[in-house]
Each structure stands twice: as C-alpha cells, then as structure tokens.
C-alpha cells in the first residue's frame, strides 16, 4: 500500500497555541517522525509526504528561513536514524531541489545515496515540489529524448512514478494544492478537520478502514 499525506495546518496550529509560525512547523516534524512509526505496524510499505510546495517557497523570509532549518535538521535525524537501516528504508525527495539552498540540497543528495539500495520501505518527501511543474519537466524531457509522448513514457519521467491508493490532507481545507495531479488520478481522497500536527496512529488507521470499504472501478 502507498500512502500519501498533505501535511496541512502547521501554521493554523501555532496560531491556535499563540506560538510563532515555525513552531508548528516543529510540532509537525514531531508528527512525521511518529508517523514512521506506525507505517511500519500497518505495513504501509511506501509514503509521500508533501512537505514543501514551490509556492511555499515565496513566504516571508524569517518564517521561510525557520522552515528550511527545520527541514535541515531533519535530514540529519533522518540519516543517523537507526530505523533507517534497520528497516531498509529507501528515502527519495521529490522536487526540484535545485531551488533549495546548497546545504539542503546536499544533505538530500547524501541521504538519497546512502539509502539507495534499501527496499523494504520507501519514502518520499515532496520538497520544492509542485505538480504542475512536474509534468511540464517530464514532457520536456522526453522531447529532449526525443521519445513519444504517451501515458508510459509521462509516468517514467515524472519525478515520482508510482501512484498512491490512499492521499490524506489535513486541515480542514477541501482541495488538491497542486500534489500529484496525474498519480492521483485514480487514489482514494480523506479529508480531516485535523490539523497536522493532531494526527494520529488511530485517524491512519481510520481512513484505511474507510478506503476498504470503498469500491475502486477505476473510472469504469
């Protein structure tokens, strides 16, 4: 199974506590490391997470500034995790990761090569991401290629290939924002008035009970 998750309502929820900005955003990375977690006890064998739209790159700066670091230092946690390796967990990020500071972008590079060749579990952090933008590069590559424009040939080129049963968005707010327009052309949508960082084991547990319950023709 491949789950997908918006994570939604960081700032809302540092509002709600009287905190700066960035202080949801820390309470959601707290959440995304729980959220490793039960990935493993449910079996969910690949994730995405949205993390860092390329819309968000045009916030104000100290909040952007706050919101990068926190990134960085996650990356680190990431690398050094003892679950990591022990669990074979592969880590991609997907994006253009170009746009991102030089430190970032090799802190993405070292934990993408370090985790290579691990195949038990995948994750995938969708930074600097947007879908839009995803496959505009994928159609110019393929003519720089110089191969067919088909559904096979798209879906190879995209930044991510495969395509999520289930996409979760907290937040309370009722639409796509731009995240993964062709692979989720066939997921099953939860919406929840939850912000990101009140996720919990038991509202993933909820929505794949609800996505068993759901019959998928596929548009047939």
Request: aromatic letters at 10%; hydrophobic letters at 35%.
């Amino acid at each position: 199974m491949h789950v997908a998750i918006i994570l939604d309502g960081n700032r809302r929820f540092a509002k709600k506590n009287a905190w700066k900005p960035w202080k949801g955003h820390e309470s959601g990375a707290e959440t995304v490391e729980n959220l490793l977690d039960w990935c493993k006890e449910l079996d969910i064998k690949e994730l995405t997470l949205y993390a860092l739209s390329i819309e968000n790159l045009k916030r104000e700066k100290e909040e952007l500034d706050h919101l990068l670091d926190i990134l960085k230092k996650e990356f680190i946690k990431f690398k050094e995790d003892p679950r990591i390796e022990e669990n074979k967990v592969k880590i991609r990020v997907i994006g253009d990761i170009s746009l991102l500071p030089k430190d970032i972008q090799e802190i993405c590079e070292e934990i993408q090569e370090k985790t290579k060749n691990n195949n038990n579990y995948t994750i995938n952090f969708c930074i600097a991401y947007g879908g839009r933008q995803e496959l505009m590069q994928a159609i110019k590559k393929l003519k720089q290629e110089n191969k067919e424009i088909n559904e096979e040939n798209i879906k190879n080129a995209l930044w991510l290939s495969s395509e999520p049963e289930i996409i979760i968005r907290t937040g309370k707010r009722l639409r796509t924002s731009n995240f993964l327009p062709w692979q989720a052309s066939y997921s099953e949508w939860f919406f929840l008035d939850k912000l990101w960082p009140e996720f919990t084991k038991k509202d993933l547990e909820n929505c794949i009970e609800q996505f068993k319950q759901r019959q998928r023709n596929f548009g047939k």
